[in-house]
């Protein structure tokens, strides 16, 4: 089992940011692949950003330049910079942990992201 623990959401306004953390604990795996989506109100969740014990990245289109995603291998914990936010970045974002070589998905409670305009 896998437990993760997510911080760092808020309000903020157009033009600002945010950096969210979410820390595993548990069975985390010496390989994985950790992440965050998000689900705005009325909207299917979509992925933000992923990052792999390796240190690859990926990203939604939406997000590219704006976001970086990192993690500390040592602390099991990811990182989500989040800069130029704007209203439709607004969503409750979700901590996401996959191990290597498995298709299961262990997910945080989720933190709520909210941006003014």
């Known amino acids: 089992q896998v ?10 306004q157009a033009g600002g940011s945010l950096r969210l953390s979410c820390a595993a604990s548990g069975s985390t795996f ?15 969740r979509e992925l933000v950003a992923t990052i792999r014990s390796g240190g690859v990245t990926n990203y939604a289109d939406s997000v590219k330049g704006r976001f970086t995603i990192s993690r500390d291998n040592a ?17 409750i974002y979700y901590c996401n942990f996959r191990p290597t ?3 299961y998905d262990y997910w945080g409670q989720g933190t709520q992201v909210t941006v003014s305009s």
């Open 101 to 103: 070589g498995s298709w």
């Open 75 to 91: 602390k099991n914990t990811v990182y989500l910079q989040m800069n130029s936010l704007k209203a439709e970045d607004t969503a």
């Open 30 to 44: 010496s390989g994985n692949r950790m992440g965050w989506y998000r689900q705005a109100p009325g909207k299917q």
């Open 3 to 12: 437990q993760l623990v997510e911080s760092g959401g808020g309000l903020v």
